[in-house]
């Protein structure tokens, strides 16, 4: 803390910016005995306190009055200042951390804002003085940058525009002003490493021949002009003065003369300017011998530059891969002849795609090649290469992209337009009553697509040139399109399949719609579908149980007792065998967890039936064999080898059945 400075612990909250000086003072309650009269005869007056209406000016952001309460030091403090009781004319108020801080020093570390209260003169500050001799305002951090506004947008043209004082007053304060703007504008900038000059508007204005006649404005724009000369020889000089030590590598090298030519060609274009050129001209006029060195260096600023330029463009070859670049660039012109745009927009979409997929592939092996280059020269010489790999590899990148971008071009004519190779496919055909709904709604989307496809067909000049970056504007409006395009198609798919009825159906549905499903959003619908049709497996499965469960089975009369349910348990499996097979052999459900579930209950189920059906035949091969008398020679197993039908004995030329008929 520095030794004027008083400080408080008191919990910190922004607030908007308080009154200025110019706003109406607040209310002034308070007062305080004092001797106007200087006399000391100790007759005292009730004077109002100014310290209240001092704290209502205070308008720093992180300041509340209601919290940051001013301690009994502090108070102490601006009573010695406003009494006049302090050898300082300025105070700064400002909040360190969770602290309010009233100083007669600048902080030395950086603080967000600092508040100044500045006397005009060593007087008593009262109630009716105090708009008179106290001025106030506000810095915030950088805090010279946020002078510099204020001297130029207020204070400067407030004080350069008054005509009310004594000439010499005024003369002397403008010289002093003007003085004390150059430096300030010089070290505004000079902290960004920029040189900047300042250009005095009275000079710039002012007529030459009027101008000359005046010996105090010939003054002052001579003390501007010695500050230019000094800032010129300055940068001038810099080269030497500026530590590049023999261990700097070549990119220090580069970036010293990077910033050298930013600021040398910043200050030949301000030396261009007609303000400069003006006041040149006005010295030159009265032949001031400030201006031959003014113009000495102001040439060696001009040649400077020259040579700054110079030196950047031939070591930029030692940091930018120039040669590298050029060999990406012509990478780039051979892939994009073998693309032929025409034929993308015309529907040749599966040759297309190979040839994008084949200049991606030729940018990828060059980028590869770079790579194992790249490794082989560590491995012999044990240092990387000093190369920008962004840089080498930035438009090869740029056009990968844009072959993938035509690859889904392709893609998309191929799902929402049935275009395959400059051909399009017939329109599948939809049974049942919304058949026509679903063609007429697949109509609906190829239109909306082909009016998608005219914003990239209008363009098709950039998309191939990489630096065009109208490119990612227009296709982003085209992969809109395309979304709207996928709700409309997950629209029309549900639609399809709400007149499924059978396994089969579902099985055609999804086959016709199988190949969007590289979409992601329509195939979360088609997976979706999968497991309804899967499902409606599993309800056939559910419904053969049922029936299988059924005591007695619905026989036509024409069948036996035994033969006749094992027929009819057959037919059962033969529903769900066709069912099966017709999922099963759809690979894009059979691929599917569901499916497997499904599969594993469907083979228990089969078995189950196979399991019955030779339940039934035992029962039936034992009943047999009681009837007929087990062990004799004419036994069950012989009757069965036996002819169904045979000659008939009884009539010449007939046949007759020749089983039992018991």
Same mark, same amino acid.
């Given at each position: ?32 005995? /004092? ?74 570390? /950086? ?12 007087? &008593?500050?009262f109630m009716d003085n105090v708009d008179e ?174 040579? /700054? ?197 579902g099985v055609d549905l999804l086959e016709i ?31 053969v149980k049922k029936e299988l469960n059924n ?45 497997? &579930? ?65």
């Amino acid at each position: 803390m520095a030794e004027d400075e008083v400080d408080a612990s008191i919990p910190v909250e922004a607030q908007d910016e308080g009154p200025k000086n110019d706003e109406a003072p607040a209310d002034r309650p308070d007062t305080k005995k /004092s001797d106007r009269s200087g006399s000391g005869s100790g007759s005292e007056v009730e004077e109002p306190d100014v310290k209240p209406y001092i704290k209502s000016q205070i308008s720093l952001l992180e300041y509340d009055e209601e919290k940051h309460l001013f301690s009994h030091e502090q108070d102490d403090f601006l009573d010695d200042w406003i009494e006049n009781k302090s050898k300082y004319r300025s105070i700064f108020i400002y909040i360190d951390g969770e602290n309010i801080k009233i100083s007669h020093e600048v902080p030395h570390k /950086s603080i967000h804002s600092i508040q100044y209260f500045t006397k005009s003169a060593d007087v &008593e500050i009262f109630m009716d003085n105090v708009d008179e001799f106290v001025s106030h305002g506000v810095l915030h951090v950088p805090h010279i940058e946020s002078l510099l506004k204020q001297m130029n947008g207020a204070f400067s043209p407030l004080f350069l525009s008054n005509k009310t004082w004594p000439d010499s007053i005024r003369n002397d304060f403008t010289s002093h002003l003007q003085r004390f703007m150059a430096y300030l504008t010089d070290m505004r900038h000079k902290t960004e490493g920029h040189t900047i000059l300042y250009i005095p508007k009275e000079g710039a204005t002012a007529d030459i021949t009027s101008a000359c006649a005046d010996k105090d404005l010939v003054q002052r724009l001579e003390t501007v002009m010695i500050h230019w000369t000094m800032q010129l020889k300055e940068v001038v000089y810099a080269q030497d003065s500026q530590e590049i030590t023999e261990n700097s590598g070549p990119l220090e090298e580069i970036e010293f003369w990077r910033n050298r030519c930013a600021d040398l060609s910043s200050i030949s274009t301000q030396l261009d300017k007609a303000e400069v050129k003006k006041i040149e001209s006005i010295l030159d006029a009265v032949k001031s011998s400030y201006v031959g060195q003014f113009r000495k260096y102001a040439q060696q600023i001009q040649d400077g530059s020259k040579q /700054s330029e110079n030196n950047l463009k031939f070591l930029n070859i030692l940091k930018e891969p120039w040669l590298l670049r050029k060999l990406s660039n012509e990478i780039i012109l051979r892939c994009s002849k073998e693309i032929h745009l025409e034929k993308i927009f015309d529907g040749y979409c599966i040759t297309s795609m190979k040839t994008l997929n084949e200049a991606i592939d030729c940018c990828s092996k060059w980028k590869e090649t770079y790579e194992r280059v790249s490794k082989a020269h560590q491995t012999s010489t044990g240092q990387e290469w000093i190369l920008d790999k962004t840089s080498v590899f930035a438009q090869i990148e740029a056009f990968i992209q844009r072959c993938r971008d035509l690859i889904e071009v392709c893609e998309c004519q191929m799902h929402f337009a049935r275009y395959e190779d400059g051909q399009q496919t017939k329109m599948p055909i939809f049974p049942g009553q919304r058949g026509q709904d679903v063609v007429r709604s697949l109509q609906e989307i190829e239109h909306t697509f082909r009016r998608n496809l005219v914003i990239l067909k209008d363009i098709k000049h950039t998309i191939l040139d990489v630096k065009a970056t109208s490119w990612h504007d227009d296709y982003n409006k085209f992969r809109n399109g395309v979304k709207d395009l996928e709700v409309m198609m997950q629209n029309t798919i549900s639609s399809a399949f709400e007149s499924v009825r059978t396994v089969e159906q579902g099985v055609d549905l999804l086959e016709i719609f199988r190949h969007l499903s590289t979409r992601e959003t329509i195939k979360r619908t088609l997976d979706k579908k999968i497991v309804d049709v899967v499902q409606m497996f599993c309800e056939e499965m559910n419904k053969v149980k049922k029936e299988l469960n059924n005591k007695r089975p619905y026989l036509s009369l024409q069948y036996p007792k035994y033969a006749g349910q094992a027929h009819w348990i057959k037919a059962l499996k033969r529903r769900l065998e066709n069912n099966f097979k017709v999922i099963e052999a759809a690979f894009f459900v059979n691929e599917t967890p569901v499916f497997e &579930e499904a599969k594993q209950t469907y083979l228990q189920l089969t078995s189950n039936l196979d399991d019955t059906i030779r339940k039934h035949f035992t029962e039936w091969q034992l009943l047999a064999e009681k009837e007929i008398g087990k062990g004799s020679k004419n036994d069950a197993h012989k009757r069965l080898e036996q002819p169904l039908m045979i000659r008939s004995h009884d009539k010449h030329g007939m046949i007759e059945v020749n089983f039992d008929r018991w």
